[in-house]
């Protein structure tokens, strides 16, 4: 292909021959790529193809006759490999099967050879070796790290040579030690480490994740990756970090992970164990101590009695239970009352919760009589003599009905009996004693029966009402049988002498000029036979209110319960009502209304005011008034509501980019008014940065957002009576910045190359290339880095290579970009021809060449450099040409290219022809019929002359008695023509 071919066609004859050529049949003429040379005895194709196979006959004629001569011509093509259509790099991971194409054309069918590192496959198969598709495809099965290498492709036949070059990679998943997850423990507050050691090819990156979210340092401060990623460290651990860690390591042929889970221990701690619980429990009844202890690991409980520990198996009438967080008292006695306590223990720390445990007693009455009786108007006690624990509550019920636990004429005493201290006929009934406390109840019923004794007509004006100074009459009309006699008490005591008293004729009591000290209970008592009759008059002597108070100034919590005393002498007893600043508040006796609501204000007996469950509006000025029908009095009292800080919730998270300003709010409130604290990452913010500061209203203002300021940030209130913190998440965007950028690089064909490229920010960006403007497709960016690999350089990969920086929360890019120079080694494209030409002939030897950069061109003869001239000259081309040429410019001329990347070369023969000449010429010989005659003929000239001998118009050949010898000698055995002419041509 696309050489010069020539085929000659040598007639002879006489007269001279013309010579036609014909191609397939047709006339050469018709075709307009043949030359006809030398009178048509040669046609010559200047670039042959595969147009011109075909069959040329050369056609010989004159007046004698006609000669053909045949060539069939046949175009072989040298083999070419298909490169543009398969990869030169390819990649197999381990114990897989990768198949290396070498598509090869040519005319006639290529041979294919292959080998590895120049070494040829000889022998096939081979064991995971094998050859398919006619030889042009080499599969590897089962491919093993010795596989990898360079593998060559040789395409062969008589045409010409083609080769290619593989390169297989193999590449190991990565592997990370056992599969099995590692079971680790952290005590809260400590510090520990996890180890990845990975193994694979290309090396693996490594990624740490948290219940399979990645871990990113910059938003985990107390998280650090250490050791080329293979370690992660957590220091100063919280419960948050429990999880399951995973090392995730991951390279082109696969990934492979392994597991930790990691278990934080919690220091035991018992809910509510700041306190000492107070468990009140029924006598002979089962009571439960309940133990809620938790931690990490879940801690151990131990009971103690007394400071004494109880054995896990219990002791007499206590049993442990549900894995010792119960300690149960069977049949709670007397005996059992006291102090219990439990300590909760684990690996991380203990702690301990105190019981107080009372036993209560149910209510006992005595034994006595059940039926009573008792003279009309006499005085009777009903027994209900009662013990208990805690002391009963007793009351009375008379025929079923309730009875009033006091009245003129009856009484409880503080024993729990009922006194009369007189009674009548409609006192006759069943009177029922019920003694109650929390541990339970008893009964005893008595029947009362009363004689018609002596009585007292009239009962009004039994409270009688006076100021001092004044003069009173206390009247006691009787009657009875026989008829009475009448004295009078005061208070249950006989009357002293004193000349202001005297009794009237008919019993009234004359009291002239009251006095404070005569108040009192001014008993009538009319006796006879039959009985005794009695009436109590109630004297009240007026007097004003008085109220005594020892503190006026209160300080209380929010939702807890402050009582204002107010006691107020007085007679009658002064009435009492509260004011708040300036208004009556609403108060009752109870907790709660007959509407069951609870009440916020409840009047003590006492008269003092309790107020539940306060609120900061609760602070204020009371007044406490006491009135009663001698006069007012009011006493003044300040209230001061101490509320614990309250954080007003807000925004939790705040993203900005770097150099702005943001306000992370905390407003606050509380009495007193609290104090805001501030920290970062859960420490406290050095004041002195002078670009943070906190707001009046406790707000921080950071100026100049830096990367730095990301973290958590905690707003804490606090005061005397509390604290409440609020956290504050801030996320700075920060512009992608270029750690490592890729730097300008020239290479050589068929040599590797890597970019790395490798930038930080917030969030982490993603690396992308270009070539010269292009996306190029390159490995995913791992934390930031991306790494581009070039294998086996082409001119195409030469360019400027550009790594772009992105952040993915806002699309910030930066560039950065290197220059890749690819220098290609020379090639001669087309190689010189050889050139055989006469003396003052012209010769150009082409030479076309390519490389980069551009190669310079020299030339050689026979193995020197040849000496250019006016008659031989270079063009700007590279082609050398000869003008004139001479004897001396026959010779081996090679082209030689060279630049920076190597040199290639080419030779052509150069033949300077030159005429045949007879050195010896055939001289005339006279022989005798039968003798052998021998003729001798040689010539010189270049190329080699070519020697025939003729007869007449024949030409002679070897044959029977003909030799002709290899020196060109005629040998004519037995000669016996007559005058017969033979003769040399060249």
Not at 748 to 762: D, H, P, R
Request: glycine share 6%; with cysteine; hydrophobic share 35%.
């Amino acid at each position: 292909m696309d050489r010069k071919v020539q085929l000659e066609c040598p007639v002879h004859g006489t007269p001279t021959p013309s010579v036609e050529w014909l191609i397939n049949g047709q006339p050469a003429e018709n075709f307009n790529y043949v030359v006809l040379l030398n009178n048509k005895r040669i046609l010559e194709i200047d670039k042959v193809n595969l147009r011109d196979t075909a069959q040329y006959v050369c056609v010989a004629t004159n007046e004698a006759g006609q000669l053909e001569r045949i060539f069939n011509l046949e175009v072989l093509i040298a083999p070419v490999i298909e490169k543009q259509s398969v990869s030169s790099n390819l990649v197999v991971v381990q114990n897989e099967t990768v198949k290396i194409n070498c598509p090869a054309k040519g005319i006639p069918e290529p041979d294919i050879m292959w080998s590895k590192e120049r070494q040829p496959f000889l022998e096939f198969p081979y064991v995971d070796l094998r050859l398919l598709n006619d030889d042009q495809t080499l599969e590897i099965s089962n491919a093993q790290l010795n596989d990898a290498g360079n593998y060559s492709c040789r395409a062969s036949n008589p045409a010409g040579v083609d080769e290619m070059t593989f390169t297989l990679q193999v590449h190991v998943p990565p592997s990370i030690g056992k599969p099995t997850p590692d079971k680790l423990h952290v005590v809260e507050g400590q510090s520990i480490s996890m180890r990845c050691s990975v193994t694979g090819l290309p090396e693996p990156s490594i990624l740490w994740l948290k219940d399979g979210a990645v871990i990113l340092e910059e938003k985990n401060g107390h998280k650090q990756i250490l050791d080329n990623d293979t370690t992660l460290q957590i220091v100063d651990a919280h419960p948050v970090d429990r999880a399951r860690y995973t090392c995730h390591a991951e390279n082109q042929a696969g990934f492979a992970e392994k597991y930790f889970d990691l278990e934080v221990y919690e220091p035991a701690k018992i809910n509510g164990s700041g306190k000492r619980v107070d468990v009140p429990v029924i006598v002979n009844q089962e009571v439960i101590l309940n133990c809620p202890a938790e931690g990490v690991p879940t801690p151990t409980v131990t009971w103690f009695r007394k400071n004494t520990p109880i054995p896990p198996y219990g002791m007499p009438n206590i049993r442990i239970q549900d894995m010792s967080r119960q300690l149960v008292i069977i049949s709670a006695q007397l005996l059992d009352f006291g102090d219990y306590s439990c300590l909760a223990k684990n690996d991380a720390g203990e702690d301990r919760l105190h019981f107080v445990v009372s036993i209560m007693v149910p209510p006992d009455i005595e034994e006595g009589p059940t039926e009573v009786a008792g003279k009309f108007n006499d005085p009777i006690l009903l027994h209900c003599e009662t013990s208990g624990q805690p002391t009963p509550v007793v009351t009375w019920t008379k025929n079923g009905q309730a009875f009033p636990s006091t009245s003129l004429r009856h009484r409880i005493l503080p024993t729990g009996s009922l006194e009369f201290m007189l009674v009548r006929l409609e006192d006759n009934g069943v009177y029922q004693c019920t003694a109650t406390n929390a541990a339970g109840s008893a009964t005893r019923s008595i029947q009362l029966q009363v004689q018609i004794p002596a009585k007292i007509l009239s009962r009004t004006n039994l409270n009688i009402r006076a100021s001092e100074r004044e003069t009173v009459i206390l009247t006691c009309e009787v009657e009875g049988f026989p008829a009475p006699t009448t004295y009078w008490l005061k208070n249950r005591k006989q009357l002293d002498s004193d000349v202001r008293m005297s009794t009237l004729s008919n019993g009234s009591l004359y009291i002239a000029s009251l006095d404070r000290k005569d108040a009192g209970v001014y008993t009538c008592i009319t006796m006879n036979s039959a009985g005794t009759d009695s009436k109590d008059i109630r004297l009240r002597v007026l007097e004003p209110p008085e109220i005594y108070a020892s503190q006026t100034e209160f300080t209380v919590l929010q939702n807890r319960t402050v009582t204002l005393p107010c006691q107020a002498n007085g007679r009658p007893r002064p009435k009492i009502f509260w004011e708040k600043d300036g208004k009556e508040i609403q108060t009752s006796t109870n907790q709660r209304q007959s509407q069951g609501r609870l009440l916020h204000y409840i009047t003590m007996p006492t008269g003092g005011l309790v107020i539940t469950h306060t609120r900061s509006e609760d602070a204020g000025v009371y007044k406490c008034v006491a009135e009663n029908n001698a006069g007012q009095s009011f006493k003044m009292f300040r209230v001061t509501v101490q509320v614990p800080p309250t954080i007003e919730a807000a925004t939790r998270q705040y993203i900005v980019s770097v150099g702005e300003r943001v306000t992370l709010p905390c407003k606050a409130s509380g009495s007193p008014v609290p104090t805001i604290l501030w920290t970062k990452d859960r420490r406290r913010i050095d004041p002195r940065i002078a670009r943070i500061r906190v707001e009046p209203s406790g707000s921080l203002t950071i100026e100049s957002i830096t990367g730095d300021d990301t973290g958590e940030y905690t707003c804490t209130a606090e005061s005397d009576v509390g604290t409440d913190s609020q956290s504050r998440l801030l996320r700075v965007k920060v512009p992608p910045v270029f750690v490592t950028t890729p730097k300008d690089r020239e290479m050589t064909i068929n040599s590797n190359f890597q970019l790395k490229c490798a930038a930080k920010g917030v969030p982490t960006p993603v690396i992308t290339w270009q070539l010269n403007g292009r996306p190029i497709s390159a490995p995913a960016s791992i934390n930031g880095v991306s790494t581009i690999t070039v294998r086996n350089v082409v001119k195409e990969d030469a360019g400027e290579y550009t790594c772009i920086a992105t952040n993915p929360a806002d699309n910030q890019q930066v560039t950065a970009s290197a220059r890749i120079i690819v220098k290609v080694p020379p090639r001669v494209i087309v190689p010189p021809s050889d050139w055989a030409v006469k003396i003052a002939e012209k010769v150009v030897l082409d030479c076309s060449v390519g490389g980069d950069p551009p190669p310079e061109i020299l030339w050689t003869k026979n193995s020197r450099p040849v000496d250019l001239g006016d008659r031989i000259q270079k063009l700007g081309n590279g082609s050398l040409i000869i003008y004139d040429a001479t004897a001396s410019d026959a010779g081996n001329y090679k082209c030689i290219a060279v630049n920076d990347a190597g040199t290639s070369e080419a030779q052509s023969i150069v033949t300077i022809k030159s005429e045949p000449k007879f050195r010896v010429e055939p001289s005339t010989a006279l022989v005798e019929i039968g003798d052998t005659v021998s003729f001798d003929c040689t010539a010189e000239g270049v190329p080699r002359p070519t020697m025939y001998w003729w007869k007449e118009t024949q030409e002679i050949v070897s044959g029977g008695r003909i030799t002709v010898m290899a020196n060109n000698t005629l040998r004519l055995l037995a000669f016996y023509s007559v005058g017969n002419t033979v003769f040399c041509r060249t």
